[in-house]
């Protein structure tokens, strides 16, 4: 009887100790194997500084929203792009001449006023202070002059005032001097993207990162060549006006009727571009953009989320043609577009016509209304 309960003993002990042995195997053992497979699952971090391509068509739609259109009283019309966020544009010296105060438009019609806070007589640059673009997230600047020869190229403005254009090339030609009165151009980009008259001030950008790498400024007769100032080369001085505008700015008298051709954008091309910008919205899937285009009693009558889930099963849509009919203070704008949707799981084609009223609402073109059909 006593031996019986001695070896019970002993069992019962030896359970007690592998049960504690357990516990410790299972508090620091497993844990720590779990945190190793933890880890290994962990995606690797990037490496910092390295710029992510992108696709022409994600380039272009970041991008326009911060290049703007410069026009000054006497007719003048040039480019320029947000550089930092105090609403700091740079463009070109010959674009804002002789001016303290000039007219910025920006890709959804907003107007607003810019002051010249520093401009160069040697140079072929100037800032332009925009209070109403503060704290916007500025375009990617490329600081090093590291773009080399046949670099892809998107060259963003306003040639001949055509709002909101894209051209597409690349660096043809590195180190280019010369002179054109008062400006000397020193060590610049010769483009194969083709600029006019109007895109002086827009962005180069690099086509596959979408970095800035260059100033438009410049053309070769009726040849298909630009020049782009490199954008490294002249941050230091914008850097110094944002930090401290100049109290005097320096005349051009040999600038005095303009350097720019006037072909001055008309109400009716504006609302073409505020119709295709809506659309470039809805392809990239920025509904709150295309929503703000909307006129005060359009969203009034329907909320944003009944506007998104109208575009539920579109998956994309192209501007076939649009025509712009100006009618009194409105604009009839009548737009035939392609549109991939799905219906009952399956990818269907279709064709619609839209007809828009397009006006000014508190200073600021928008869209009041818009009806369509489909087409046969």
Do not use: C
């Not at 941050?235 to 350097?259: H, T, Y």
């Not at 929503?291 to 109208?310: A, I, M, V």
């Amino acid at each position: 009887m006593k031996r019986t309960w001695m070896t019970s003993l002993l069992i019962t002990a030896v359970f007690i100790l592998l049960g504690i042995g357990g516990m410790i195997f299972v508090q620091q053992k497993i844990p720590s194997q779990l945190e190793a497979v933890s880890i290994l699952d962990q995606p690797v971090p990037e490496e910092e500084g390295e710029p992510v391509n992108k696709s022409n068509q994600e380039i272009i739609y970041e991008s326009q929203k911060l290049v703007v259109q410069i026009e000054l009283d006497n007719g003048t019309i040039g480019s320029g792009f947000l550089y930092n966020d105090q609403g700091d544009v740079i463009t070109n010296a010959h674009v804002v001449a002789n001016a303290e105060e000039v007219n910025i438009v920006t890709v959804d019609s907003k107007e607003m006023t810019g002051k010249v806070i520093g401009i160069s007589r040697s140079t072929d640059i100037a800032v332009v202070r925009v209070p109403e673009l503060a704290e916007q997230e500025p375009l990617s600047i490329q600081e090093k002059d590291n773009a080399p020869l046949l670099t892809e190229v998107l060259a963003l403005g306003s040639p001949l005032g055509l709002q909101n254009t894209v051209t597409r090339g690349e660096i043809s030609g590195l180190d280019r001097n010369f002179e054109l009165t008062p400006f000397r151009y020193e060590n610049v980009y010769q483009i194969s993207a083709p600029i006019s008259p109007g895109n002086s001030g827009g962005p180069l950008l690099n086509g596959e990162t979408g970095e800035v790498i260059g100033i438009n400024s410049a053309k070769l007769g009726e040849e298909s060549i630009g020049f782009s100032i490199p954008v490294s080369n002249i941050l230091p001085i914008v850097r110094k006006w944002s930090k401290s505008p100049m109290d005097d700015l320096p005349e051009f008298p040999e600038l005095e009727n303009g350097a720019e051709v006037s072909n001055q954008q008309t109400d009716a091309d504006q609302a073409t571009y505020l119709i295709q910008y809506f659309y470039d919205s809805i392809n990239q899937g920025d509904f709150v953009a295309a929503y703000s285009l909307l006129g005060s009693d359009w969203q009034e009558s329907t909320g944003y989320e009944q506007f998104r889930e109208g575009y539920y099963n579109t998956l994309s849509v192209s501007l076939d043609n649009t025509v712009a009919d100006p009618e009194g203070e409105e604009i009839q704008v009548t737009a035939i577009i392609t549109a991939e949707e799905t219906v009952d799981g399956e990818v269907e084609i279709k064709k619609y016509k839209l007809e828009y009223v397009v006006a000014y609402e508190n200073d600021q073109m928008m869209i009041l209304s818009g009806k369509g059909e489909e087409m046969e």
